[in-house]
Antibody
Framework: QVQLVQSGVEVKKPGASVKVSCKASGYTFTSYGISWVRQAPGQGLEWMGWISGDTNNTDYAQNLQGRVTMTTDTPTNTAYMELRSLRSDDTAVYYC??????????????WGQGTLVTVSS | DIQMTQSPSSLSASVGDRVTITCQATQDINNYLNWYQQKPGKAPKVLIYDASNLETGVPSRFSGSGSGTDFTLTISSLQPQDFATYFCQQSYSAPRTFGQGTKVEIK
């Protein structure tokens, strides 16, 4: 069965970086993309960006350009999301989700369990 | 960016009620509209994709309709396990924006 398992809780100081992992299993990793979505406490869902499972093509939300990098490691079927220069408003649960196709479009049919990132001095 | 507006933001309903949630896009997105259900502390789960297609395993009491800019999610007979927050999302163009959510609560 398809599973996305994310890394654990992170607590960071303002200005630091965080790298969240998302290990996929149960499907051919290079046949689908991975998107990242975050949710601040008590808030809605914010699309952060997408990475292709095969070509490492990326598409980032404009408001995160320059601070976010998404990568994949195909031998381990793992996707990564790194966010730099953290601010308090980056405090959120970060989700990875499988896109329904290799393209950036499509729906998200499987989700990781979420990773809480808290940014606090 | 395409903005997605859901209404209502919250609603109270009873078990067995018919519930309708709407989602409006600021521009034509064809049928590239998806609906997700999220329960507290859990990841979202897709219910409907491409406006009207029921995801495998999702009960048939959920249905979606619409095209262009106006879309609807309908729950034909609300069940106890349906109390949750529902989000629409456009997959027409990046950024793949979500609606602000509709919280369905017990009356």
């Amino acid at each position: 069965q398809v599973q996305l398992v994310q890394s654990g809780v992170e607590v960071k100081k303002p200005g630091a970086s965080v790298k969240v992992s998302c290990k996929a299993s149960g499907y051919t990793f290079t046949s689908y993309g991975i998107s990242w979505v975050r949710q601040a406490p008590g808030q809605g869902l914010e699309w952060m960006g997408w990475i292709s499972g095969d070509t490492n093509n990326t598409d980032y939300a404009q408001n995160l350009q320059g601070r976010v990098t998404m990568t994949t490691d195909t031998p381990t079927n793992t996707a990564y999301m790194e966010l730099r220069s953290l601010r308090s408003d980056d405090t959120a649960v970060y989700y990875c989700a499988r896109s329904s196709s290799l393209e950036s479009s499509g729906w998200y049919d499987y989700w990781g369990q979420g990773t809480l990132v808290t940014v606090s001095s | 960016d395409i903005q997605m507006t859901q209404s209502p933001s919250s609603l109270s309903a009873s078990v067995g009620d018919r519930v309708t949630i709407t989602c409006q896009a600021t521009q034509d997105i064809n049928n590239y509209l998806n609906w997700y259900q999220q329960k507290p502390g859990k990841a979202p789960k897709v219910l409907i994709y491409d406006a009207s297609n029921l995801e495998t395993g999702v009960p048939s009491r959920f249905s979606g309709s619409g095209s262009g800019t106006d879309f609807t999610l309908t729950i034909s007979s609300l069940q106890p396990q349906d109390f949750a927050t529902y989000f629409c999302q456009q997959s027409y163009s990046a950024p793949r924006t979500f609606g602000q959510g509709t919280k369905v609560e017990i009356k």
